[in-house]
């Protein structure tokens, strides 16, 4: 459901947070911009040429590794670089916390369990896991690429909500993907769309309010 919607949801037993765009600012244009500069290109190859296609599905699922990641990439982009050069515009993407939104957690977690569950790969979750610490407020960070299962699959969401104990329909679930939100919803999950930090903040904010 949208953010702005006046009817709320009956208070969940858990919250479960996406982890790019909902909690960390993710930009990819930085990463296309560190790539450019290492390889002596122009960064609009990238910007053309980049798609979340298979590969990029199962490097997110653990089925590959960044090394053979990197070797597809290489090919697409007919671009050549050392591993440790698409490794570090690879993990450039991260630009800090949203606005507003830890603090919120933060208080949130005295009160239910709240869980993180990301679309990601092992080189990107140990660059947030070194970086930011502060996540180490959820009681769980569910990692596609360790339960190999990634969103929007609705197996997926069945997965996670075994692995929290909870009913579905007994999960917040906040998202900023189209096509995730859309799989949750499937799989029973309640389900905002997130589109700025301003949405996040004013879910959280309101399930603060029904918790003091």
Request: proline share 4%; hydrophobic share 40%; glycine share 6%.
């Amino acid at each position: 459901m949208d953010t702005d919607e006046q009817a709320w949801p009956s208070a969940p037993k858990a919250l479960l947070l996406d982890l790019g765009n909902v909690v960390l600012n993710v930009d990819f244009r930085r990463t296309f911009r560190t790539w450019a500069q290492s390889a002596g290109v122009d960064e609009q190859v990238f910007h053309r040429r980049w798609q979340a296609d298979e590969h990029y599905e199962r490097h997110e699922r653990g089925e590959i590794n960044f090394r053979e990641y990197a070797t597809e990439l290489a090919r697409r982009f007919d671009v050549r670089m050392s591993i440790g050069a698409w490794r570090s515009g690879w993990n450039d993407a991260f630009v800090g916390y949203l606005p507003g939104v830890m603090p919120l957690i933060e208080q949130l977690a005295t009160r239910m369990p709240v869980y993180c569950f990301t679309n990601t790969n092992a080189t990107h979750e140990a660059a947030w896991r070194r970086g930011y610490p502060e996540l180490g407020i959820f009681h769980h960070i569910f990692v596609s690429s360790r339960i190999r299962r990634r969103k929007p699959d609705v197996s997926a969401y069945h997965y996670v909500a075994e692995r929290m104990r909870e009913a579905p329909q007994d999960i917040w679930f906040l998202d900023d993907n189209k096509q995730n939100v859309e799989g949750a919803i499937r799989a029973g999950l309640v389900t905002f769309r997130i589109r700025t930090a301003e949405d996040v903040t004013r879910v959280l904010n309101r399930l603060a309010s029904n918790n003091g």
